[in-house]
């Protein structure tokens, strides 16, 4: 296993000593470099909760039919789906200035670029949510025995995905030649056993692993494998040889932020196992936009008829008839209290302790990470010869999951001129509290310092290029599938309604993705719609 250590105390001392003034350190071509904290969570805001005071009478208070509480994925698709089953009266509320969770984008003169979520597979038979947006987008269409063809423009162009091993380029992850006998006859057997999974069925059908995951199947068999670790597992199979534990490691770390001693072998199978590729050819297919998935995002807010009003602490939730929901606008500083006749709760469930009286702390393990925005004035060199960058770009043994192109699908195979790269670290077998506490009182330099230093293994003039480093801190970053989570009682806790309130986010599924995202959303809407006696299309099996 290669060894995760994510900012050491050494590490942030060192960089601590920029709060000081002494950045002397850094290399000449480093300080000229511009750059700032944008594109995360408003935490300073969001921090209000844990410090407010008495509870202050609303200095206005008015009435609605539908309030959804939260602009992430999950409550732009419960609007989405309210909308398109025709209610009225409803209206988003929203703690940033740009809806979109982290499917939210940033804008420079080179390039939009993502500043988290950044590509959608082709979606399973499983996933009708998304396959119906996907044709209401004009992305895909269906034939009439359902069978999907997608508009091959915006699926992520060659090169996908190269790896640097061992002081070259390959072109995948798989340095398929330069693996050892034993770690080739463990990949092996390790890609028979998720194609085993892939093709089992229980009686009623279902898949072991599917997307969204309530469609999976419920067999003990199955569910059984939520109770061990996924590096159990691993050892188990006998998958110890370094690159296949290293292919493991970093796809837990990819979509959970996490290892595989964290995470379910339940969770780290699904990873491998869920996908079928949605009638495509390459069930490795994915939609790739500049701007990442906030090209999804943007389609969902600018097709809603609702008021979103951005800007908006949620400070009290009192469900009943109607729902009591009490907020600070933080533009006018004023508390406002909107009476609702029903509510869609699509915030991350940890923050529920801070609006419900009596509401248990949520037992939820949520990553952090650092995310961020490279602005660039040209194509950096490249350390390999006949290379150049492909869509997601993996440096074997780096503490960062790599980087991605933003223009990757503009500049077809060119890597000249102006241009944007994403860069993306998780914070795996730490302390989320503690590291937290760290990213709070760390300083843009250092970050800066940690990312150039983390490209230049294979740009080594990659400072001399870059214009802007803008960095992103997300504390809590997306919701871990640790051993029991996912089918467990704590979850399945957190689902439950409330009086004319019913909730939606990804962490009530325990993976956070942009399928279970809107799954959770479209859910909740009919739910409530059900409640209410409204007829609509169903695009859940619930």
């Given at each position: 296993?290669?060894?995760?250590?994510?900012?050491?105390?050494r590490d942030?001392?060192?960089?601590s000593?920029?709060l000081?003034?002494?950045?002397?350190?850094?290399?000449?071509g480093?300080?000229?470099?511009?750059?700032?904290?944008?594109?995360?969570?408003?935490h300073?805001?969001?921090?209000?909760l844990?410090?407010?005071?008495?509870?202050?009478?609303?200095?206005?208070?008015?009435?609605?039919?539908?309030?959804?509480?939260g602009?992430?994925?999950?409550?732009?698709s419960?609007?989405?789906?309210l909308?398109r089953?025709?209610c009225?009266?409803?209206?988003?509320?929203e703690?940033?200035?740009?809806?979109?969770?982290?499917?939210?984008?940033?804008?420079?003169?080179?390039?939009?670029?993502?500043?988290?979520?950044?590509?959608?597979?082709?979606?399973?038979?499983?996933s009708?949510a998304?396959?119906?947006?996907?044709?209401?987008?004009?992305?895909?269409?269906?034939?009439?025995?359902?069978?999907?063809?997608?508009n091959?423009?915006?699926?992520?162009?060659?090169?996908?995905?190269?790896l640097?091993?061992?002081?070259?380029?390959?072109?995948?992850?798989l340095?398929?030649?330069?693996?050892s006998?034993?770690?080739?006859?463990?990949?092996?057997?390790f890609?028979?056993d998720?194609?085993?999974?892939?093709?089992?069925?229980?009686?009623?059908?279902?898949?072991?692993f599917?997307?969204?995951?309530?469609?999976?199947?419920?067999?003990?068999?199955?569910?059984?494998?939520?109770?061990?670790?996924?590096?159990?597992?691993?050892?188990?199979?006998?998958?110890?040889?370094?690159?296949?534990r290293?292919l493991?490691?970093?796809?837990?770390?990819?979509?959970?932020?996490?290892?595989?001693?964290?995470?379910?072998?339940?969770?780290?199978?699904?990873y491998?196992?869920?996908?079928?590729g949605?009638?495509?050819r390459?069930?490795d297919?994915i939609?790739?936009?500049?701007?990442?998935?906030?090209?999804?995002?943007?389609?969902?807010?600018?097709?809603?008829?609702?008021?979103?009003?951005?800007?908006?602490?949620?400070?009290?939730?009192?469900?009943?008839?109607?729902?009591?929901?009490?907020?600070?606008?933080?533009d006018?500083?004023?508390?406002?209290?909107?009476?609702?006749?029903r509510?869609?709760?699509?915030?991350?469930?940890?923050q529920?302790s801070?609006?419900?009286?009596?509401?248990?702390?949520?037992?939820?393990?949520?990553?952090?990470?650092?995310?961020?925005?490279?602005?660039?004035?040209?194509?950096?060199?490249?350390?390999?010869?006949?290379?150049?960058?492909?869509?997601d770009?993996?440096?074997?043994?780096?503490?960062?999951?790599g980087?991605?192109?933003?223009?990757?699908?503009?500049?077809?195979?060119?890597?000249?001129?102006?241009?944007?790269?994403?860069?993306?670290?998780?914070?795996?077998?730490?302390?989320?509290?503690?590291?937290?506490?760290?990213?709070?009182?760390?300083?843009?330099?250092?970050?800066?310092?940690?990312?150039?230093?983390?490209l230049?293994?294979?740009?080594?003039?990659?400072?001399e290029v870059?214009?802007?480093?803008?960095?992103?801190?997300?504390?809590?970053?997306?919701?871990?599938?640790?051993?029991?989570?996912?089918w467990g009682?704590?979850?399945?806790?957190?689902?439950?309604?409330?009086?004319?309130?019913?909730?939606?986010?990804?962490?009530?599924?325990?993976?956070?993705?942009?399928e279970?995202?809107?799954?959770?959303?479209v859910?909740?809407?009919?739910?409530?719609?059900?409640?209410?006696?409204?007829?609509?299309q169903?695009?859940?099996?619930?």
């Amino acid at each position: 296993m290669v060894e995760q250590s994510v900012l050491k105390r050494r590490d942030f001392l060192k960089g601590s000593l920029l709060l000081f003034g002494f950045a002397g350190c850094s290399k000449g071509g480093r300080r000229r470099l511009s750059g700032d904290f944008r594109g995360g969570p408003d935490h300073h805001s969001g921090h209000l909760l844990r410090r407010r005071g008495p509870e202050v009478e609303p200095r206005s208070t008015r009435s609605i039919d539908i309030a959804v509480l939260g602009c992430g994925i999950s409550g732009l698709s419960a609007a989405w789906q309210l909308h398109r089953s025709g209610c009225r009266g409803v209206e988003l509320f929203e703690l940033q200035k740009q809806a979109g969770g982290n499917s939210r984008s940033a804008s420079y003169s080179a390039s939009q670029a993502p500043w988290a979520a950044h590509y959608l597979p082709v979606p399973t038979r499983e996933s009708r949510a998304v396959r119906e947006l996907l044709k209401e987008m004009g992305l895909m269409s269906e034939d009439q025995d359902g069978k999907a063809s997608y508009n091959e423009r915006h699926l992520c162009h060659p090169l996908q995905e190269r790896l640097w091993y061992r002081g070259r380029w390959y072109e995948s992850l798989l340095p398929l030649e330069d693996l050892s006998a034993p770690e080739m006859e463990q990949w092996s057997d390790f890609k028979i056993d998720v194609e085993r999974w892939q093709n089992w069925r229980d009686k009623e059908g279902r898949k072991a692993f599917a997307i969204p995951l309530a469609e999976s199947s419920a067999d003990p068999e199955v569910r059984s494998l939520d109770s061990i670790s996924f590096a159990d597992y691993a050892e188990q199979k006998g998958w110890t040889a370094p690159f296949v534990r290293w292919l493991l490691e970093y796809s837990t770390r990819d979509d959970y932020g996490a290892s595989p001693e964290q995470v379910s072998a339940w969770a780290g199978l699904h990873y491998f196992a869920c996908r079928d590729g949605g009638d495509f050819r390459d069930d490795d297919a994915i939609f790739v936009w500049p701007e990442g998935n906030g090209h999804l995002a943007d389609y969902l807010r600018n097709s809603l008829p609702y008021p979103i009003h951005t800007r908006q602490l949620i400070t009290a939730v009192r469900p009943g008839s109607p729902v009591e929901i009490d907020v600070l606008d933080l533009d006018q500083r004023e508390h406002l209290r909107i009476e609702a006749r029903r509510c869609l709760y699509c915030l991350p469930s940890f923050q529920r302790s801070y609006h419900f009286a009596d509401e248990p702390a949520f037992g939820g393990h949520y990553a952090p990470w650092v995310t961020a925005n490279l602005v660039l004035s040209r194509a950096p060199k490249e350390r390999s010869i006949y290379s150049e960058p492909a869509w997601d770009n993996v440096v074997y043994g780096s503490e960062s999951l790599g980087y991605v192109v933003a223009s990757h699908q503009t500049k077809a195979m060119s890597n000249q001129g102006e241009d944007v790269w994403t860069w993306y670290r998780a914070f795996p077998n730490r302390d989320p509290a503690e590291v937290r506490k760290e990213l709070l009182e760390s300083r843009w330099e250092f970050w800066r310092d940690q990312i150039l230093s983390d490209l230049e293994t294979v740009h080594p003039d990659i400072a001399e290029v870059t214009s802007r480093i803008d960095v992103a801190l997300f504390g809590h970053g997306m919701i871990t599938p640790t051993v029991g989570f996912i089918w467990g009682e704590e979850s399945a806790r957190a689902r439950r309604p409330k009086q004319n309130l019913w909730f939606a986010h990804s962490d009530l599924s325990g993976i956070s993705v942009f399928e279970e995202a809107q799954y959770r959303g479209v859910l909740a809407a009919q739910q409530l719609m059900a409640d209410a006696g409204r007829s609509f299309q169903n695009l859940t099996d619930a």
